[in-house]
């Protein structure tokens, strides 16, 4: 099975923010903008095998009002989150790590950092979607640490993914925002 790494340039302080904010606004311009996912996530878990869960639009609403309902379904809280991030955030660029292997992150390396850090806000936490964090702060501590070693590898597409990577870092400070990772 593939997976793939959605990556977005955000202002982490604001969508830390939204957790709890209560915006009645921002929950139906989340939900107006990404009403076909939310029909094809909802029809997907409630394919799924392990349980049904809240509806997308109820995680996404007890985000917002910072009320977890149900914390078995980490999933939904995750799916939820992602789609709110998308719209507060901008997408990275992204070569290659769309349409991966799960032994591809690891060959890269350098991205555990912010693959593995956990979400900035409080939700249950899946194996899918992992989601992952740096402030704009740990971004250009990363860039910096990162210009100082060698990021070769035997592989030219683990070097050519780890120069995306730096990239992202770069753009990120340059635009003195964060990122939020979603591994899919």
Not at 30 to 43: G, L, M, N, P
Not at 52 to 71: F, N, V, Y
Request: aromatic share 14%.
């Amino acid at each position: 099975m593939s997976s793939s790494l959605n990556v977005y340039f955000e202002d982490v302080s604001e969508v830390r923010a939204c957790y709890g904010c209560k915006d009645e606004s921002l929950r139906k311009g989340v939900q107006r903008r990404f009403r076909s996912e939310i029909a094809h996530y909802d029809k997907w878990f409630a394919d799924d095998s392990s349980g049904r869960g809240p509806p997308l639009k109820d995680a996404l609403g007890e985000i917002l009002t910072g009320k977890i309902e149900s914390p078995a379904y980490g999933a939904q809280y995750g799916y939820a989150f992602l789609l709110l991030c998308k719209y507060v955030g901008t997408e990275t660029s992204n070569e290659w790590f769309k349409d991966f292997r799960s032994w591809w992150l690891p060959q890269v390396k350098i991205i555990l950092t912010l693959v593995e850090s956990g979400p900035p806000v409080p939700i249950p936490v899946a194996d899918f979607p992992a989601i992952g964090f740096l402030t704009a702060h740990q971004v250009k501590a990363e860039h910096s640490y990162l210009a100082g070693i060698d990021i070769s590898h035997e592989r030219r597409e683990v070097v050519l993914a780890r120069m995306e990577y730096i990239g992202w870092l770069k753009e990120a400070s340059r635009k003195h925002k964060g990122l939020v990772s979603f591994w899919l």
